[in-house]
């Protein structure tokens, strides 16, 4: 009787020593899948928060001073009067007449929150909240504000941040007549000294 009943039993005790391991493990079991689920699953996709803007050069010249820490932009030397487009699409955001610094200046605001600003110009054809586009003409330039020689004074931020406009720009650029050369105290250049232009050019640092 005895011998007949052990198997069922020992069954019994088993069956009930596994009941009480499932329920030791099954909160720990369930916070694991919980848990795993929930990092492992799939991200969601990130808005895109910058789209590229493509920036031009507001005029033909040449470079004759480099960004710095201590001149947040670049100077582009060329004639007594030549053409300033923007150098993107953009809004009018200011337009200051000034004969210290940036002499007459103009600021667009671009999208992306891009930020251009044009210094040392002769005469200025736009207004405040005007739209523009690479086709507008902003002004001429000119020898306003502080200036050693014809230029215009190029400073692009975003969100406030000042960048090297020369990271943005095109990469090629036009070389000047011999006329701007000689407007920023440059000598005249010889042919095969044309490519080092930028060793003989008078710097400009506003």
């Not at 895109?48 to 031009?56: G, I, M, S």
Request: glycine share 10%; proline share 7%; net charge neutral.
């Amino acid at each position: 009787m005895l011998k007949s009943a052990l198997p069922k039993i020992i069954l019994g005790f088993v069956l009930k020593r596994l009941y009480h391991v499932c329920c030791q493990l099954a909160l720990p079991v369930l916070i694991f899948f919980l848990v795993s689920g929930y990092f492992l699953q799939s991200p969601t996709p990130a808005l895109a928060t910058e789209q590229n803007v493509q920036f031009v050069l507001p005029h033909t010249g040449y470079l004759s001073t480099y960004f710095s820490t201590y001149h947040p932009g670049i100077d582009l030397a060329t004639d007594l009067g030549t053409s300033i487009h923007p150098v993107a699409a953009g809004t009018v955001e200011g337009v200051i007449f000034d004969t210290v610094d940036y002499g007459n200046h103009v600021t667009l605001a671009h999208s992306d929150g891009y930020k251009s600003l044009y210094g040392h110009l002769g005469k200025v054809f736009i207004k405040k909240g005007q739209s523009v586009d690479l086709n507008t003409t902003l002004g001429e330039v000119g020898l306003t504000g502080r200036t050693s020689g014809p230029h215009t004074h190029l400073e692009i931020t975003k969100d406030g941040n000042y960048l090297d406009p020369l990271t943005l720009l095109p990469k090629s650029w036009q070389l000047p007549t011999l006329s701007s050369v000689l407007s920023v105290g440059g000598p005249l250049p010889k042919p095969k000294e044309e490519s080092n232009l930028s060793k003989t050019l008078k710097p400009d640092f506003y």
